[in-house]
Antibody, heavy 120, light 111 residues
Framework: EVQLVESGGGLVQPGRSLRLSCAASGFSFDDYAMHWVRQAPGKGLEWVSDVSRNSDRIGYADSVKGRFTISRDNAKNSLYLQMNSLTAEDTALYYC?????????????WGQGTLVTVSS | QPVLTQSSSASASLGSSVKLTCTLSSGHSRYIIAWHQQQPGKAPRYFMMVEGSGGYNKGSGVPDRFSGSSSGADRYLTISNLQSEDEADYYCETWDSNTRVFGGGTKLTVL
């Protein structure tokens, strides 16, 4: 059974940093692209970033480019999101999601999410 | 980059059928999309992929009542024999080499 467990969320002041983690199990982690998707309170889904299976291709939404950094450790079956210069607009539930074998293809499994609140 | 347009809400009666629409922006009508269901208070769940040809491929455990289809730039999710647990938000997703986008979501109410 595919499991994705996010951690690292919390309350953080504007301008500060936070690092999210996602522990994956139940599939061959190093065979698949991985994604971060967020959902602001009461709003829809917004893709944040993705990373290919061997990290040779990384993508970011314009809204986070230059501030967020995605990474993965295939030896630890883990995905990360380093978030710097946080603003109130980054307040959201952050989901770790499993992608497809290639870079193209849908998200096909979702974690339960970790909540990030940016407020003074 | 592609843009996905969805109606904000839809409603149908218990036991009836409903067809949700996701429309691809101009120049992207051949794109594959995916449908995701998000029940209240829960994480999203992948439901199916729908191709421009109309073919679709469902995720694990998705009931037979759910099907996909396509016409031009429109991609559809049809739910037959509506159940109370189908009341949820439904999002479509697509991607290209540079980005990935979600539609704004359709809130389905089962009457």
């Amino acid at each position: 059974e595919v499991q994705l467990v996010e951690s690292g969320g919390g309350l953080v002041q504007p301008g500060r940093s936070l690092r999210l983690s996602c522990a994956a199990s139940g599939f061959s982690f190093d065979d698949y692209a991985m994604h971060w998707v967020r959902q602001a309170p009461g709003k829809g889904l917004e893709w944040v970033s993705d990373v290919s299976r061997n990290s040779d291709r990384i993508g970011y939404a314009d809204s986070v480019k230059g501030r967020f950094t995605i990474s993965r450790d295939n030896a630890k079956n883990s995905l990360y999101l380093q978030m710097n210069s946080l603003t109130a607009e980054d307040t959201a539930l952050y989901y770790c999601a499993k992608g497809s074998v290639g870079v193209s293809g849908p998200v096909d499994y979702w974690g339960q999410g970790t909540l990030v609140t940016v407020s003074s | 980059q592609p843009v996905l347009t969805q109606s904000s809400s839809a409603s149908a009666s218990l036991g009836s059928s409903v067809k949700l629409t996701c429309t691809l922006s101009s120049g992207h009508s051949r794109y594959i999309i995916a449908w995701h269901q998000q029940q209240p208070g829960k994480a999203p769940r992948y439901f199916m992929m729908v191709e421009g040809s109309g073919g679709y491929n469902k995720g694990s455990g998705v009931p037979d009542r759910f099907s996909g289809s396509s016409s031009g730039a429109d991609r559809y999710l049809t739910i037959s024999n509506l159940q109370s647990e189908d009341e949820a938000d439904y999002y479509c997703e697509t991607w290209d080499s540079n980005t990935r986008v979600f539609g704004g979501g359709t809130k389905l109410t089962v009457l």
